[in-house]
């Protein structure tokens, strides 16, 4: 299947920091990526759908000004955590779809974020 | 997108066939059946999705009622490595920007 990257796969930060977790993919490309979240034992919750070249859309409850997304080319989206603080620790999954509208979704191998 | 339910857990022993199934009652004509599964830490893996007609792959195999309102997923002969949460998922597959929206799924425990 096709392959999407996620980086770092770890990141740990003082709280107030920013952090930016990068998905790429890496044999094709995406005009649109998802991301997620997951805390401990729960299921993903999307944050929001990123658009290459346009704004993210985001999901009610998303703070657009605190997870800033940026999808600049066809295989790299961003997602950057502003102004960090431990309840923002988490699982961070980036998704992109292969082959347009109805392609199927592959799945990064997720960022964990430790807010101290 | 249609919502699924899924049993919480489910025990399988190793070397023997693992039916995971999953209900869809409010499925609509043009939503597909997917199925992923989240192994510990890890990202989400695509295993096999359908419309209304069994599917197999090397993974996998997928039989869908006739109703669609249910379908099951059967691992064929579970390893030590199948033990994940296993997510159903119905929705509509040409609709742009279409969004998959996972439920709490089914963790399976492969005991040896």
């Known amino acids: 299947g096709a392959v999407v990257s996620q980086h770092p796969s770890r990141v740990i930060c003082k709280s107030g920091t920013s952090v930016k977790i990068e998905c790429r993919s890496l044999?094709?490309?995406?005009?649109?990526m998802f991301w997620y979240r997951q805390f401990p034992k729960q299921s993903l919750m999307l944050m929001a759908t990123s658009n290459e070249g346009s704004k993210a859309t985001y999901e009610q409850g998303v703070e657009k000004d605190k997870f800033l997304i940026n999808h600049a080319s066809l295989t790299l989206s961003t997602l950057t955590v502003t102004s960090a603080h431990p309840e923002d620790s988490s699982f961070y999954i980036c998704?992109?779809?292969?082959?347009?509208?109805?392609?199927?979704?592959?799945f990064g191998e997720g960022s964990r974020l430790t807010v101290l | 997108d249609a919502k699924t339910t899924q049993p919480p857990s489910m025990d399988c022993a190793e070397g023997r066939a693992a039916n995971l199934p999953c209900n869809h009652s409010t499925i609509s004509g043009n939503e597909y059946v997917y199925w992923y599964r989240q192994i510990h830490s890890q990202g989400p893996q695509y295993i096999i999705h359908g419309l209304k007609n069994n599917e197999t792959n090397e993974m996998a195999s997928l039989i869908i009622t006739e109703d669609r309102k249910s379908s099951t997923l059967i691992l064929p002969h579970a390893t030590l490595r199948d033990t994940a949460v296993y997510y159903c998922?119905?929705?509509?597959?040409?609709?742009?920007?279409?969004?998959?929206?996972f439920g709490a799924g089914t963790r399976l425990f492969v005991k040896a």
């Open positions: 998704s992109a779809r292969v082959g347009g509208a109805s392609g199927e979704l592959f």
């Open positions: 998922i119905v929705r509509a597959r040409n609709t742009g920007g279409f969004k998959t929206i």
């Open positions: 044999d094709f490309q995406a005009t649109t």
